[in-house]
């Protein structure tokens, strides 16, 4: 690359990147994920639009992954343990035996109504049963939810990518045999090692950091996020689930008192938003609007599955052992976001080399799309509805600190909400 493409490449990146911060304020105000307008844009720029050509499946899955290791670790160092604490049983139930009926109700719909082979159903369903999480934390960010609820669907979008991933990965084997005992043993395996290692590396971590004097107070946000990817790496290399051990050294790392926590968690959004508009954008080149046009049926036909049986299925299936109000369950039944992770995971058959695993990403594509529209802007009129809250609910006030050097003095800027009392 000469010194002519480079700036070529980065005065193009930087406009993408001012005109997606921009686009997230119309789609606050709309109220639906900030990311589906970075997946559009994705798409403006890509072959179909402006001429920019990625095909590199490879690459947007190795880019996907790291992206999306980096988004649960700003999920976790935002996370308060005392929001989690009390659903931590049933935001794992629901991210373990929920993915798996949700997996197994969708592939029954796609090969008795689309008539897909069994490999391409499950493959199907394992790939649109896990919520995700950069959609998640965009919407819980402006629908103040009661606090349980809201940390069930954090916890849930936090655990539940490290299943679906085992369960991708599982039907990508070319040739396809479903051995039920043998992937049960990986998944345990799986999950619980990468949260042990998670435990270790944000346990160790916060023991190391706190007794380390850093040079700069910016170092500590660094070196914060750089352990949770750590974490992510060391279980990856254990072959264990390095999603699950990234966001659980995350949380514990934020919960454990570090100094400079603030500055931690605002570095953390910066990061995660990055990787967010990146990933979007990047899934958006890799798919061909003129390719999409045969696969709007399927799409939509696999979503209301999804969206009517499925998810309401698996959430009253593992919720029922818990003491969780119908009005929250019927709620999380219906905020089961789908966003980057299912278009992610649908590029894994595709390297694999299963036949057929193409036509999945455009599938997945467009349910994200048309699903997303539907499911974001209903969100706060639904959980009015079911009065989960108030039209006079406020959130925490915001609190922004900026340093004056020159008077030796801090400018404090705080948020109080008109209804706020």
Known sequence: MTLEQLYLTLSVGGLVLLASIVGTRVAT?????SLLLFLLVGVAIGEDGLGLQFDDVVLARNVGTAALAVILVEGGLTTR?????????PAAALATGGVVISTLVTAVGAHVLLHFDWQLALLLGAIVSSTDAAAVFSVLRVLPLPRRLAGLLEA??????????ILVLMFSVVPFVLEPEGAAIDLVYELVAGTAIGLI???????????????????????????GLVAFASAGDAHASGFIAAYVAAVVLANLGLPHRSATRSFAEGVGWLAQIGLFVLLG?????????????????????????ARPLSVVGTLVWFRIPWRDQAFLSWAGLRGAVPIVLATFPIVAGVAGSGRLLNIVFVLVLVFTLIQGPSLRPIARVLGLISREATREIQVEAAPLDMLDAELLTMTVQRPSR
């Open 156 to 165: 849930e979008s936090g655990f539940n990518d490290a299943p679906g991933v």
């Open 201 to 227: 590396v944000g346990y160790l971590g916060a023991f190391g950091l706190r007794r380390i004097a850093l040079p700069a107070s910016g170092l500590y946000p660094i070196a914060t996020f750089g352990l």
């Open 81 to 89: 343990f005392s929001d989690i604490r009390k659903v931590l049983a």
């Open 285 to 309: 080149l890799l798919v061909d609007p003129s390719e999409l046009a045969g696969d709007v049926v399927p799409a939509v036909v696999i979503g209301l599955v999804l969206l009517l049986v």
């Open 29 to 33: 105000v709309v109220g639906f994920p």
